[in-house]
């Protein structure tokens, strides 16, 4: 991708979210002058063992490395001329709407379907979630549910979208008069499709990241993998790569196990 450099003063913080999909090329006058490229604390775990394998190839043995082949995905499919929106406008649009719709940093993003397959991941997943925290002073709830999640507490950069599952607790506390919960989620799943793989990937990662959530759980019901990410201090502290022959096990609810193609 290349953008002016006019561009990236005006929106710094759009591309340094971009950057996660593929470098960003500073021009000035159409000449390439510098480029924008992702660091994450998993870089220095690569860089120190210099193995460069894919999380999301079956044949792959090690855990916690990325798939830079699906994470470099051609940048057309990320789509930048996303409808931009005040939080009250999106609000407003979003209580009478028949379609659902997420509201990150600032950009309206419309829910397809979910495929069978999607939901099949999301009821097993379900089930599983609420056996184990039967008697816990938590609770698993399914979308649709409008999650408000603000970044890092600050109300100015607040978000709204609707996770495949989430684990609340304390929800009874967090939840207001109009019946809207305003907490912030211990755990949360995504279950991908093949038209959300690039946001639920880059954009909601760097969302929960940076929200206070503990947990994210990252799986692809057709090949049967899946990521498990941790968060402390707004970082990811943790990450675990699963094959379609491994049984996940949540970092923060040791005994929670799921198996994707089952």
């Known amino acids: 991708m290349k953008i002016p450099s006019t561009e990236i003063k005006n929106a710094f913080g759009k591309y340094l979210r971009l950057c996660a999909t593929e470098p960003v090329y500073i ?19 690569i860089e120190q063992s210099g193995n460069l394998r ?20 051609a940048i057309e499919v990320y789509n930048l001329e996303r409808v931009k929106m005040s939080l009250e406008a999106f609000k407003q649009m979003n209580e009478d709407a028949t379609n659902r719709y997420e509201y990150i940093d600032g950009e309206v993003y419309l829910l397809g379907a979910p495929s069978i397959f999607h939901q099949r ?14 008697g816990k002073p938590c609770d698993v709830f399914e979308s649709p549910f409008d999650a408000t999640l603000l970044r890092r ?48 990937m880059f954009t909601k990662l760097d969302l929960y990241r940076d929200s206070g959530i503990e947990e994210y759980w990252l799986m692809d019901p057709i090949k049967g993998n899946a990521i498990i990410y941790r968060f402390d201090d707004y970082k990811i502290v943790e990450t675990r790569a699963y094959n379609p022959n491994d049984v996940c096990e949540s970092m923060i609810y040791p005994g929670l196990t799921f198996k994707v193609l089952e």
Not at 174 to 197: A, F, M, Q
């Open 54 to 73: 894919k999380v999301f190839d079956v044949d792959a043995i090690e855990r916690r490395d990325y798939d830079y082949d699906r994470v470099a995905e």
């Open 121 to 134: 991941v999301v009821s097993r997943l379900h089930i599983e979630m609420d056996r184990y925290l039967s």
């Open 153 to 200: 507490g600050n109300k100015a950069f607040t978000n709204i979208v609707q996770p495949d599952l989430l684990v609340l607790c304390n929800w009874r506390s967090d939840t207001d008069e109009t019946g809207h919960y305003n907490g912030i989620p211990k755990l949360l799943v995504e279950v991908l499709s093949p038209g959300n793989t690039n946001k639920e």
């Open 27 to 45: 021009t000035k006058n159409g000449v390439v002058i510098a480029k924008l490229l992702n660091h994450t604390p998993e870089d220095e775990i």
